[in-house]
């Protein structure tokens, strides 16, 4: 957004210097990127009238035109694509120095003897309008110096504005900004139109097929007017906010929207078929062209302003190829209108085609500014265009939205802010700003919030606004104070710690991904179901269309990132929410943590050369699995005087993890999470050619007892005996089952489990394999027998051979 000084001050008295006015702006919210001076010294710059204009008989794009200066005729030699004979230009002869430094020097170009030079507003320091001369109205004096037409060296305020402060796009909307700042009155123009008797109403209609689209038009008819360059001082200001003049009537449209932030279109009255207006959604198979000659693809979805036979306009993007202002336009149909916001950001990112009007709709005008908008641009155009406007204005708004309400306690606002700031002065901040009072007490009051306001939603909007007034930079900034809260509990926050730590002390290294990823990602690794996803309505970009509802995808982008990157080995986690639909359709959030393994993370450093294989990868991601399990005190089953984790894992079918290298994660019963080995469709997407490990659970069961003080318990002094046991099961027999079974039937004594081979061969036939454990038997109380750890060994032994129908090799 672009501030002209002399512009603001048509609105606000404004006494400050540029400087200080900047950084009252920059402390109340609205950043001051800049500030720029337009123009300069135009000394020896005058006008001039191009009598004769000539092909240059050397150079095709150039032209050779004689220039009377006012007190002689000059020879000049140019190559502005719009110089023609009758217009009135600025001449710099020879001698002066340009505004951008450039200074004007007798030359032959091409051949031909130049005396002097017509400029470009750019050239100028006018604007940044390079596109061809500066046309000056017809009716001014030749000779007259620049100075007079051009006006004094205007300051220019460049702002970043928000997207929630649409408000800040005008000018009227910064002088409230600047009168409330100042404590000055605000000046709004109360526009009268001269009317003729004939009726709006008999000239043109408007129909609102799309109301939802399209709250509020409103149109009005103003004949004959005549299509002419605008007032000098009307092209400084456009083109000092940054907008190229064009004519009389489309400069005030654009006029009107700096002015208020309301865009406008106006149209060629005759040129509408049926002299109607319809607001509608497009047609299938229509197409149109715009006003930049392009050709657009339009659909369904998109809003149209349609004549009574086909689309005028993109509703709030741009006007279309067909219906514009010409120089032989007489009548105008001027429309003023709302749309939705959502529905004009949409359409424009669709085409691709932004626009000052898009922009303003798709963050929200005032809908109960609209017919000023209409009033003001038509009292300019009259004035500007020597017509008459129809009586009255066609206004079509079915709806009309009530005013939000807010309250406001002050003491909240104090106690949050940190200010000594009275109820009055709270009030009359908000009066200031445009708010109503709709009730007030000695402990809060009520705001109604005006229509331009849609940011102000509710009580710590309106504190905001309290503080921005008071000048940011005015807030105290106190040292922090921790208080201790007696009785408060922090179990939560101890545990979370603790387990950042376990997980650190493992040798993995914290990431942090944006909540918001791309369906396409999902999609691609094949987690979660499409139906529960919490989609974003208007998301920011394509990546971010989503919220995650697992870690997965982006642990395995990020580590495909670092491999492309030349990271030979990564072992990371992240800790936080993924969001989910529950079985209601509610949004819904759970607490995760995810592990990502790639390299050779789990070698020391003589074997890392050498190529990691899918068993070590597993080995690896299980093992943090159950170090994790252990150190953060899970669940456990107790045999034997000895406890052990309650988690149980079982294969499962995932598009994400290779077959047979899937596994779902229960504990005590419940699923909590899965581990897997990537596979090898989803690593092509990155390159990764090595195994890549991932680990994804529920954070509630793992810091539930993290807190924990473990028992001691007594150490055995009496010697174990090791039995090993080798048996032929089918393979559909797993490990967990085996193992099972085997605590299951076993005496207290047993304390110990070990897997040390797996065969399988055509000597044990189709299906079958060959398992073979160790058992390590321990007591308490005594020294083991072997008579005694044989019959604790046959017990065990007769429960795989009846529960399993176990085969075993041993004689």
């Given at each position: 957004m672009k501030l002209p000084l002399s512009w603001l001050k048509d609105y606000v008295d404004v006494d400050l210097a540029p400087k200080e006015l900047a950084s009252l702006l920059t402390f109340s919210g609205t950043e001051v990127e800049g500030i720029r001076t337009i123009g300069g010294d135009f000394t020896g710059i005058v006008v001039g009238e191009i009598l004769t204009c000539e092909r240059h008989p050397n150079a095709d794009r150039l032209t050779v035109c004689q220039v009377n200066s006012g007190t002689e005729t000059l020879t000049v030699v140019c190559g502005a694509p719009n110089a023609a004979a009758g217009l009135k230009v600025p001449l710099a002869v020879i001698g002066v120095t340009l505004p951008n430094g450039l200074k004007i020097k007798k030359a032959k170009v091409r051949g031909v003897e130049s005396f002097g030079m017509m400029c470009a507003a750019d050239e100028l320091g006018l604007s940044e309008d390079h596109s061809g001369l500066m046309v000056l109205p017809a009716d001014t004096r030749v000779g007259t110096p620049f100075t007079e037409i051009a006006g004094p060296p205007e300051t220019v305020l460049e702002l970043e504005v928000t997207p929630n402060r649409p408000d800040c796009l005008s000018m009227i909307g910064m002088a409230r900004e600047v009168a409330t700042l100042l404590g000055k009155p605000l000046r709004i123009p109360a526009p009268v139109v001269k009317e003729e008797s004939r009726s709006v109403e008999s000239l043109a209609s408007v129909a609102l097929e799309d109301p939802a689209g399209c709250p509020r038009y409103t149109a009005r008819v103003l004949s004959g007017i005549t299509i002419a360059p605008s007032p000098s001082w009307m092209q400084r200001r456009l083109a000092a906010a940054g907008i190229r003049p064009i004519n009389n009537v489309v400069d005030v449209t654009n006029y009107v929207m700096l002015e208020c932030g309301q865009p406008l279109h106006a149209f060629d009255y005759e040129l509408l078929d049926g002299h109607r207006i319809v607001v509608r959604r497009a047609k299938p198979g229509e197409t149109m062209s715009t006003l930049d000659s392009a050709a657009r693809e339009i659909n369904p979805e998109m809003l149209m302003i349609a004549d009574g036979r086909r689309p005028v306009a993109v509703a709030g993007v741009m006007g279309g190829a067909g219906s514009e202002i010409r120089d032989v336009t007489k009548t105008v149909l001027l429309e003023s209108a709302y749309f939705k916001p959502s529905d004009i950001r949409k359409t424009s990112k669709k085409l691709g085609l932004s626009t000052d009007s898009s922009y303003r709709f798709e963050r929200g005008v005032d809908v109960e500014n609209i017919e000023w908008a209409s009033r003001r641009a038509a009292q300019l155009m009259v004035e500007m265009g020597g017509g008459v406007a129809a009586k009255g204005c066609i206004d079509v708004f079915p709806s009309?939205?009530?005013?939000?309400?807010?309250?406001?306690?002050?003491?909240?606002?104090?106690?949050?802010?940190?200010?000594?700031?009275?109820?009055?002065?709270?009030?009359?901040?908000?009066?200031?700003?445009?708010?109503?009072?709709?009730?007030?007490?000695?402990?809060?009051?009520?705001?109604?919030?005006?229509?331009?306001?849609?940011?102000?939603?509710?009580?710590?909007?309106?504190?905001?606004?309290?503080?921005?007034?008071?000048?940011?930079?005015?807030?105290?900034?106190?040292?922090?104070?921790?208080?201790?809260?007696?009785?408060?509990?922090?179990?939560?926050?101890?545990?979370?710690?603790?387990?950042?730590?376990?997980?650190?002390?493992?040798?993995?290294?914290?990431?942090?991904?944006?909540?918001?990823?791309?369906?396409?990602?999902?999609?691609?690794?094949?987690?979660?179901?499409?139906?529960?996803?919490?989609?974003?309505?208007?998301?920011?970009?394509?990546?971010?269309?989503?919220?995650?509802?697992?870690?997965?995808?982006?642990?395995?982008?990020?580590?495909?990132?670092?491999?492309?990157?030349?990271?030979?080995?990564?072992?990371?986690f992240e800790l936080g929410r993924v969001f989910c639909k529950d079985e209601a359709g509610r949004n819904a959030e759970v607490d995760r943590v995810c592990v990502g393994l790639m390299g050779p993370v789990g070698r020391p450093g003589m074997l890392k050369s050498q190529p990691v294989k899918d068993e070590e990868m597993f080995q690896w991601i299980k093992g943090i699995l159950e170090s994790l399990l252990a150190a953060q005190h899970v669940p456990s089953i107790v045999s034997g005087g000895l406890s052990r984790p309650d988690v149980t894992l079982s294969m499962?079918?995932?598009?994400?993890?290779?077959?047979?290298?899937?596994?779902?994660?229960?504990?005590?019963?419940?699923?909590?999470?899965?581990?897997?080995?990537?596979?090898?469709?989803?690593?092509?997407?990155?390159?990764?050619?090595?195994?890549v490990a991932v680990l994804e659970l529920d954070l509630a069961p793992l810091l539930a007892n993290a807190l924990r003080i473990p028992v001691s318990r007594a150490i055995g002094t009496f010697p174990c005996v090791d039995r090993d046991v080798a048996m032929v099961v089918e393979d559909g027999v797993s490990h967990e089952a085996i193992v099972a079974t085997m605590w299951k039937a076993a005496p207290p004594e047993l304390v110990d489990i070990r897997l040390f081979d797996i065969y399988r061969g055509e000597n044990l036939g189709k299906g079958r394999k060959s398992v073979a454990y160790s058992l390590t038997y321990r007591s308490m109380e005594k020294t083991l027998t072997d008579e005694v750890a044989n019959a604790f060994h046959d017990k065990v032994k007769a429960a795989l051979k009846t529960e399993l129908a176990a085969e075993f090799r041993e004689s």
């Open positions: 009309k939205p009530a005013r939000g309400q807010v309250t406001l306690r002050f003491d909240r606002a104090r106690d949050l802010l940190g200010i000594a700031i009275t109820n009055d002065q709270v009030v009359s901040i908000f009066k200031a700003l445009g708010l109503g009072i709709v009730s007030r007490d000695a402990a809060c009051c009520v705001a109604e919030i005006p229509a331009y306001r849609v940011d102000l939603l509710q009580e710590a909007d309106l504190i905001e606004e309290i503080a921005r007034i008071h000048g940011l930079d005015k807030i105290p900034s106190p040292s922090p104070v921790a208080k201790i809260v007696p009785g408060a509990e922090d179990r939560a926050t101890r545990a979370l710690l603790a387990f950042r730590g376990n997980l650190v002390g493992l040798g993995l290294s914290e990431i942090m991904n944006y909540s918001f990823l791309s369906e396409k990602l999902l999609d691609l690794v094949g987690f979660g179901e499409a139906a529960k996803r919490v989609v974003l309505p208007n998301p920011i970009s394509a990546d971010h269309t989503v919220l995650r509802d697992s870690f997965i995808p982006q642990m395995i982008e990020t580590l495909g990132k670092n491999r492309a990157r030349q990271a030979r080995e990564a072992a990371l499962m079918p995932s598009p994400c993890f290779e077959e047979g290298r899937a596994v779902r994660i229960r504990i005590a019963g419940a699923d909590c999470g899965v581990m897997g080995l990537v596979g090898d469709r989803v690593r092509a997407e990155w390159r990764l050619t090595d195994p």
